[in-house]
């Protein structure tokens, strides 16, 4: 991802710096240099850390960007896969609560808005995407009922 960015920051300085670019490039490395460089930055930082993506434990679940849940909350777990295209597919945990209101009163206003999204899209309450675990959905649902044996887990 890193990489990625720098190559798109690269274009978008090359088409910027250009002559006689025509008006939709020039809008794209204009808009393309800023996002693609805070992307950079962004995922650069995340390399550097080397913080867990997701913590479990006797007690419960740490997500980096969605908290923590203690195992009582949890109402189950699942696979899910998504097919945004006729030729690839995304995976993930999908957790469900058993009160996503109390959830979402102690979580922050972006995570809040991106939940309620994704239960509007038919989603569960909380995604996570096999891509940042480090480790297969199956594998941590795994881990999951080492460290909670009642978890129930929905095919």
């Given at each position: 991802?890193?990489?990625?960015s720098?190559?798109?920051?690269?274009?978008g300085?090359?088409?910027?710096?250009?002559?006689?670019?025509?008006?939709?490039?020039l809008?794209?490395?204009?808009?393309?240099?800023?996002?693609?460089?805070?992307a950079?930055v962004f995922?650069?930082?995340r390399?550097?850390?080397?913080?867990?993506?997701?913590?479990?434990?006797?007690?419960?679940?740490?997500?980096?960007?969605?908290?923590?849940?203690a195992?009582?909350?949890?109402?189950?777990?699942?696979?899910?896969?998504?097919?945004?295209s006729?030729?690839?597919?995304?995976?993930?945990v999908?957790?469900?609560?058993r009160?996503?209101?109390?959830?979402?009163?102690?979580?922050s206003?972006?995570?809040?808005?991106?939940?309620?999204?994704n239960n509007?899209?038919g989603?569960?309450?909380?995604?996570?995407?096999?891509?940042m675990l480090?480790?297969?959905?199956?594998?941590?649902?795994?881990?999951?009922?080492r460290?909670?044996?009642e978890l129930?887990?929905?095919?």
């Amino acid at each position: 991802m890193v990489v990625g960015s720098v190559i798109f920051v690269a274009i978008g300085v090359w088409v910027v710096s250009s002559d006689d670019v025509p008006l939709v490039p020039l809008v794209a490395g204009i808009v393309g240099i800023p996002m693609f460089s805070a992307a950079g930055v962004f995922f650069l930082g995340r390399l550097i850390r080397r913080r867990p993506e997701l913590v479990l434990s006797d007690a419960g679940l740490v997500h980096r960007q969605s908290g923590s849940l203690a195992w009582h909350e949890v109402a189950h777990a699942r696979v899910f896969v998504q097919r945004p295209s006729a030729g690839s597919k995304v995976r993930y945990v999908q957790i469900g609560l058993r009160d996503p209101q109390a959830y979402y009163a102690r979580s922050s206003w972006w995570l809040r808005l991106m939940v309620k999204a994704n239960n509007k899209l038919g989603y569960g309450d909380l995604n996570l995407a096999e891509s940042m675990l480090g480790a297969s959905a199956e594998e941590v649902i795994r881990a999951m009922r080492r460290h909670y044996p009642e978890l129930v887990v929905v095919p």
